[in-house]
Nanobody, 114 residues
């Protein structure tokens, strides 16, 4: 079992930045991959960024060059730095842990609007 708690969401203007955090209840080194997904109103859940325990990353094309996933193993925390935010980034963002089984946080809302 892994419990995941997201924080750092909120309202930001277009062009602004936010950093999301995901605190895990166990060592993230024991987790194959950690990732961020999002679900916009009326749309399905999509991968935003993912990082394996070996440090390999992949990003959705729509966020490449703007978002960065990182982790702090000592804090069992994964981050998503989001820069140059656009209104289309508005969504509920979910933290995911892949241990073969999938674990999800409750999600956190990010709203990009002027």
């Amino acid at each position: 079992q892994v419990q995941l708690v997201e924080s750092g969401g909120g309202l930001v203007q277009p062009g602004g930045s936010l950093r999301l955090s995901c605190a895990a209840s166990r060592s993230i080194l024991s987790i194959y991959a950690m990732g961020w997904y999002r679900q916009a109103p009326g749309k399905g859940r999509e991968l935003v960024a993912r990082m394996t325990s070996g440090g390999r990353t992949n990003y959705a094309d729509s966020v490449k060059g703007r978002f960065t996933i990182s982790r702090d193993n000592a804090k069992n925390t994964v981050y998503l730095q989001m820069n140059s935010l656009k209104p289309e980034d508005t969504a509920v963002y979910y933290c995911n842990a892949d241990r073969g089984s999938q674990y999800w946080g409750k999600g956190i809302l990010v709203t990009v609007s002027s």
